[in-house]
């Protein structure tokens, strides 16, 4: 039986698929540094922090490190300088300036 699953609402196994691209190895972004992107970065202010971590969970790059509990400094090897977390610290202890 030949399925053709060209067709909407044909159901198709897996193994009916044609192969797609292989990657002879697998790889995550943290072998690339993405931070070298940004024209602007984040700027931790410490005595500011109220240890929130609210800033954490909306960094879409996870570039803020928690540790015992408590936030560390910026990841810049990856950080993109989105700024969103700026705008999640309701204390002020983050702002964005620019890279030189």
Known sequence: MTTDITK???KASWRDL???MVI????????FNTGEW???KPVFIEEKCKQCLLCTPVCPDSCIPVKEGKRGEFD???CKGCGICV?????G?????GVE
């Not at 002879?24 to 072998?31: M, N, P, V, Y």
């Not at 705008?87 to 204390?91: D, E, G, L, M, R």
């Not at 202890?93 to 300036?97: K, L, N, P, R, V």
């Open 76 to 78: 810049y090897d990856h």
């Open 8 to 10: 909407l609402g044909v």
């Open 93 to 97: 202890a983050i702002t964005m300036e």
């Open 18 to 20: 044609t192969e797609g």
């Open 87 to 91: 705008k999640s610290c309701p204390f």
């Open 24 to 31: 002879a190895k697998a790889g995550t972004s943290k072998e």
């Open 38 to 40: 940004s024209t602007d």
